[in-house]
């Protein structure tokens, strides 16, 4: 990852960034990882106290009741990650 690039990618995840397995604590949200930057394709990310999800390699949204949800763009492949910390709040 050249230097410009890696100003693309939150701290947080860079060490996860081509690593299925790893895992990332989402800290600042809404983000969106550019996968031709960082591939996150089978890392696990989360938000504490509000779920999270494994990045799938095909595009789709994942949520969970407790206010997380991912989604992996079409074309792209970048992924986005976005919290609901109120519950009842409405949906995105």
């Excluded at 990332?24 to 504490?48: M, N």
Aim: proline letters at 12%.
């Amino acid at each position: 990852m050249g230097e410009a690039e890696h100003l693309l990618v939150p701290e947080e995840f860079r060490a996860a960034c081509g690593r299925p397995g790893a895992h990332g604590v989402v800290r600042h949200f809404p983000v969106v990882i550019p996968h031709a930057v960082c591939d996150l394709t089978g890392v696990a990310l989360s938000y504490p106290g509000h779920g999270g999800a494994t990045v799938p390699a095909r595009p789709c949204s994942i949520g969970s009741s407790a206010g997380f949800r991912l989604t992996v763009h079409p074309e792209t492949l970048d992924v986005t990650v976005d919290v609901q910390l109120q519950p009842g709040a409405p949906p995105w």
